[in-house]
T-cell receptor, first 114, second 114 residues
């Protein structure tokens, strides 16, 4: 099976712009979670989607949003970018049952805000 | 709520020496425990996990971790490290009955020197 893929891998944006990141989960996985990784704050949970519904959310401002499509692909959007949004954004997918506790991570999208 | 503390931000060690990366957690509910590894410019890979049962868990590449409920610890060990083990290691917890939200420690950078 192909792993979790994320596009683009690298992105440079300017303050005030918005950005959309994409994640394709492992085939058959309906749960997709997003994490932000920064040197200062470490790895922080953003949100989780399952079957097109957000079922868990971390402590991030409303500028961070996401959605999931019927094919389980997910996007996250950050509006009005700030310098502090520069980070590696990781997506992870999980199987529905059996090993539902396991999360398989993609390579990440590195966002730089200038 | 859960929290994870990784007691060492950096651990330098010589090749073929043993190593221990320390992890303590706090939680008011039962949890699953994980160790993830991150190589440069890559996402996270699951190294090993503790769900229940035997408190000693092993990975295929020689790492092991021991769950200690009384000390709320989940330390990672390897009896003999290789240069290729150089990476960042993250300890994480997830509420056993909850959705897919991992709480990560700050990470420990393992540097193996020849």
């Amino acid at each position: 099976k192909a792993g979790v893929t994320q596009t683009p891998r690298y992105l440079i944006k300017t303050r005030g712009q918005q950005v959309t990141l994409s994640c394709s989960p492992i085939s058959g996985h309906r749960s997709v979670s997003w994490y932000q990784q920064t040197p200062g704050q470490g790895l922080q949970f953003l949100f989780e989607y399952f079957s097109e519904t957000q079922r868990n959310k971390g402590n991030f401002p409303g500028r961070f949003s996401g959605r999931q499509f019927s094919n389980s692909r997910s996007e996250m959007n950050v509006s009005t970018l700030e310098l502090g949004d520069s980070a590696l954004y990781l997506c992870a997918s999980s199987p529905d049952s059996g090993r539902a506790y396991e999360q398989y991570f993609g390579p990440g999208t590195r966002l730089t805000v200038t | 709520a859960q929290s994870v503390t990784q007691l060492d931000s950096q651990v330098p060690v010589f090749e073929e020496a043993p190593v221990e990366l320390r992890c303590n957690y706090s939680s008011s509910v039962s949890v699953y425990l994980f160790w993830y590894v991150q190589y440069p410019n890559q996402g996270l890979q699951l190294l090993l996990k503790y769900l229940s049962g035997s408190t000693l868990v092993e990975s295929i590449n020689g790492f092991e971790a021991e769950f200690n409920k009384s000390q709320t610890s989940f330390h990672l060990r390897k009896p003999s490290v290789h240069i290729s083990d150089t990476a960042e290691y993250f300890c994480a917890v997830k509420a056993s009955g909850g959705y897919n939200k991992l709480i990560f420690g700050a990470g420990t950078r393992l540097a193996v020197h020849p």
